[in-house]
């Protein structure tokens, strides 16, 4: 059995649709390891987590950073996201609800590794080395996967963590063999 969160990370499943401070949706989430060891002057992170919002959407979906406007491969694979001008985590209201804590964990420490990089300056939608060899994706999973490691989470736990719908198999092996994750025991 895989553990839990920190004590100190919370999460408020009861939101339906609409926009919540990062703060309201996971109480705590300044207050748990990770967040220490995002990359830059604690002061700018806290300020930037203080100001992230999360969009809680009807939609089947998991979580991702708002893009501006729509990435130009949307429309071609179906996808109309969310957009927003601020730093904006969108996350699907059944995700939220009825996903593992250590699921929500990991993602919400994720995609705020990808606002951070946003911040700085970085293309969060440039999928020309392909998702799971995009340099954001592997930084953002590599956070994640490294305090998942920390916790004790099981190498079970995070293939099925990684094995997300928009990756074939193939890609699969592949983003588990960038992260260091065994494909099988």
């Known amino acids: ?12 499943r009861d939101l339906g649709p609409g ?9 705590g989430f300044v207050n748990a390891p990770p967040f220490s060891r995002y990359p ?23 979580m991702y950073v708002a893009p501006r406007v729509p990435p130009p491969f949307a429309e071609a694979v179906g996808w109309k996201p969310f957009t927003s001008q601020t730093n904006c985590i969108v996350v699907g209201h059944m995700h939220l609800e009825s996903s593992p804590a ?6 919400i420490y994720h995609e705020f590794f990808h606002i ?7 293309e969060l939608w440039d999928i020309s080395h392909g998702y799971v060899d995009s340099p954001t994706e592997l930084e953002a999973y590599g956070f994640s996967v490294a305090e998942a490691r ?20 193939s890609e699969h092996r592949q983003l588990l063999k960038n992260l ?3 494909a099988s025991e």
């Open 1 to 12: 059995m895989d553990p839990d969160p920190p004590a100190a990370f919370r999460i408020t």
């Open 19 to 27: 926009n919540y401070p990062l703060l309201e949706v996971f109480p």
């Open 40 to 62: 830059g002057p604690s002061e700018h992170v806290r300020s930037v987590a203080s100001g992230t919002t999360v969009q809680v959407v009807a939609e089947e979906t998991w």
């Open 102 to 107: 250590m699921t929500l964990y990991l993602d």
């Open 116 to 122: 951070l990089q946003r911040e700085s300056g970085r």
């Open 150 to 169: 920390r916790l004790g989470v099981s190498n079970g736990f995070l293939r099925k963590y990684l094995e997300v719908d928009w990756i074939s198999r």
């Open 180 to 182: 260091g994750v065994p």
